[in-house]
């Protein structure tokens, strides 16, 4: 049976790491605030741009030819892996690293794949399993905050990769889009070639209807707008990833905190007890001794 000096340090020990906690939940969610604007912000703009492209490339069909844009086969996978630098944030990365897995078993079953890893968990999960790297970005999202550069420069060396190397046939993009503070989605998108909108998709009725006016060649208009799309998809990613990051570790900082406090309670019960049941035994010694010594 543990002793009451035992169990007076013990509750001093968990409530230093609940103090940890309730800190860690504050900082979290301060930077959830920013990083929740920020997303916001970029979301109009990615979709948009999609959008318009996937739309002008559909009309345009196959008059214009770009490596950006060109179908390649199905044999080799290029993916491009948004997790965090640190844990502490739940299901957070296990969550995304379970969806990269999947797609590696699944779709990309008998198939060769490398991997671009953005954030420290993804690349020592994949390590371990001997996976192909082609570059790791790690530290970029370890701050909360996201540098647009940083995702320009993951864009250009990733389409710099994908045209000199024309054995990759397809590159996907798998982050963590923040749907809520309890929610996130794990998501697996095909960034290159750059899809074009379906025929009967509704987006293609949409863009079907619009009407443009190239006032320069389509071909230098898309030369300069399809490495913008990459950038702006990979900027995107990471803006959502980081909040779902700060959202999962908000919430699992609070769990924890909570947990903590019903761990003290119980400890403090205990504690009560044994110093209850210490206070009996020296009442009985003394009584004991008492009826002797008469």
Same mark, same amino acid.
């Given at each position: 049976?543990?002793? &009451?000096?035992?169990?007076?340090?013990?509750?001093?020990?968990?409530?230093?790491?609940?103090?940890?906690?309730?800190?860690? !939940?504050?900082?979290?969610?301060?930077?959830?605030?920013?990083?929740?604007? *920020?997303?916001?912000?970029?979301?109009?703009?990615?979709?948009?741009?999609?959008?318009? &492209?996937?739309?002008?490339?559909?009309?345009?069909?196959?008059?214009?030819?770009?490596?950006?844009?060109?179908? *390649?086969?199905?044999?080799?996978?290029?993916?491009?892996?948004?997790?965090?630098?640190?844990?502490?944030?739940?299901?957070?990365?296990?969550?995304?690293?379970?969806?990269?897995?999947?797609?590696?078993?699944?779709?990309?079953?008998?198939?060769?794949?490398?991997?671009?890893?953005?954030?420290? !968990?993804?690349?020592?999960?994949?390590?371990? *399993?001997?996976?192909?790297?082609?570059?790791?970005?790690?530290?970029?999202?370890?701050?909360?905050?996201?540098?647009?550069?940083?995702?320009?420069?993951?864009?250009?060396? &990733?389409?710099?990769?994908?045209?000199?190397?024309?054995?990759?046939?397809?590159?996907?993009?798998?982050?963590?889009?923040?749907?809520?503070?309890?929610?996130?989605?794990?998501?697996?998108?095909? /960034?290159?070639?750059?899809?074009?909108?379906?025929?009967?998709?509704?987006?293609?009725?949409?863009?079907?209807?619009?009407?443009?006016?190239?006032?320069?060649?389509?071909?230098?208009?898309?030369?300069?707008? /399809?490495? !913008?799309?990459?950038?702006?998809?990979?900027?995107?990613?990471?803006?959502?990833?980081?909040?779902? $990051?700060?959202?999962? *570790?908000?919430?699992?900082?609070?769990?924890?905190?909570?947990?903590?406090?019903? /761990?003290?309670?119980?400890?403090?019960?205990?504690?009560?007890?044994?110093?209850?049941?210490?206070?009996?035994?020296?009442?009985? $010694?003394?009584?004991?001794?008492?009826?002797?010594?008469?």
């Amino acid at each position: 049976m543990a002793s &009451l000096l035992d169990m007076r340090r013990r509750i001093k020990s968990v409530k230093n790491t609940q103090q940890i906690t309730k800190a860690m !939940k504050m900082v979290a969610a301060a930077k959830l605030k920013r990083a929740t604007d *920020r997303v916001t912000a970029a979301r109009p703009f990615a979709t948009k741009m999609s959008e318009v &492209l996937g739309g002008l490339s559909a009309r345009i069909g196959d008059d214009l030819s770009h490596p950006l844009l060109n179908e *390649r086969g199905d044999e080799k996978y290029l993916i491009v892996l948004v997790t965090a630098d640190k844990g502490l944030a739940g299901a957070f990365n296990a969550n995304i690293i379970k969806a990269a897995q999947a797609f590696v078993n699944e779709s990309g079953a008998g198939k060769q794949t490398q991997m671009i890893a953005v954030g420290r !968990k993804g690349r020592d999960f994949f390590k371990r *399993r001997e996976m192909s790297f082609t570059e790791e970005y790690v530290g970029l999202t370890g701050t909360g905050n996201v540098n647009h550069d940083d995702a320009m420069e993951i864009a250009q060396r &990733l389409i710099k990769t994908f045209t000199e190397d024309e054995t990759i046939d397809k590159v996907f993009l798998i982050f963590t889009e923040f749907k809520t503070v309890l929610s996130q989605k794990s998501v697996v998108e095909q /960034l290159l070639p750059i899809p074009r909108i379906a025929d009967g998709d509704e987006m293609q009725t949409i863009a079907a209807q619009a009407e443009y006016i190239y006032e320069q060649p389509a071909s230098e208009i898309f030369g300069r707008l /399809l490495p !913008k799309q990459v950038e702006t998809q990979i900027y995107r990613a990471m803006l959502e990833s980081v909040a779902s $990051e700060q959202g999962a *570790r908000m919430t699992a900082m609070d769990s924890a905190s909570k947990n903590a406090g019903e /761990l003290i309670d119980t400890l403090t019960l205990n504690m009560n007890r044994i110093r209850q049941a210490a206070i009996t035994k020296e009442i009985i $010694e003394v009584v004991s001794g008492a009826a002797a010594a008469s």
